[in-house]
């Protein structure tokens, strides 16, 4: 799996970019770790002009088995923009991989089906 971390106006410190890894890791277990054709790519925004005062701004792109899971999430504080893009993308990959389990049992299904009907 690659990663790419991209960070606009925002400097990771030591500690910051332990809590990401940490944060990232839960997104493994989604997906094959050794698979070289999953691409993770996190960007982590600091919005400057803004009304409201700090405003990070936080996004993941996964792509799977050529299919594309995106989350994106605006917070007040660098923790809290990780956990919520971080949870979305969870919940969206988790999605993902219950459909492509269901569709593998539902062809399983089949493919018994077929051999009972032609052993009658």
């Given at each position: 799996?690659?990663?790419?971390?991209?960070?606009?106006?925002?400097?990771?410190?030591?500690?910051?970019?332990?809590?990401?890894?940490?944060?990232?890791?839960?997104?493994?277990?989604?997906?094959?770790?050794?698979?070289?054709?999953?691409?993770?790519?996190?960007?982590?925004?600091?919005?400057?002009?803004h009304k409201?005062?700090?405003?990070?701004?936080?996004?993941?792109?996964?792509?799977?088995?050529?299919?594309?899971?995106?989350?994106?999430?605006?917070?007040?504080?660098?923790?809290?923009?990780?956990?919520?893009?971080?949870?979305?993308?969870?919940?969206?990959?988790?999605?993902?991989?219950?459909?492509?389990?269901?569709?593998?049992?539902?062809?399983?299904?089949?493919?018994?089906?077929?051999?009972?009907?032609?052993?009658?």
């Open positions: 799996m690659h990663v790419n971390i991209k960070t606009t106006h925002v400097e990771l410190d030591p500690h910051m970019g332990t809590y990401l890894d940490e944060k990232l890791v839960v997104l493994e277990k989604y997906v094959d770790k050794e698979d070289e054709s999953v691409k993770l790519d996190f960007e982590i925004e600091h919005l400057k002009k409201k005062g700090d405003v990070y701004k936080a996004e993941i792109n996964v792509l799977v088995g050529g299919k594309m899971v995106r989350a994106e999430a605006k917070g007040t504080t660098l923790q809290e923009v990780i956990d919520k893009v971080q949870d979305e993308s969870a919940r969206n990959l988790r999605k993902l991989k219950k459909k492509r389990f269901s569709m593998l049992k539902r062809r399983g299904a089949k493919m018994k089906e077929m051999l009972r009907f032609r052993r009658r």
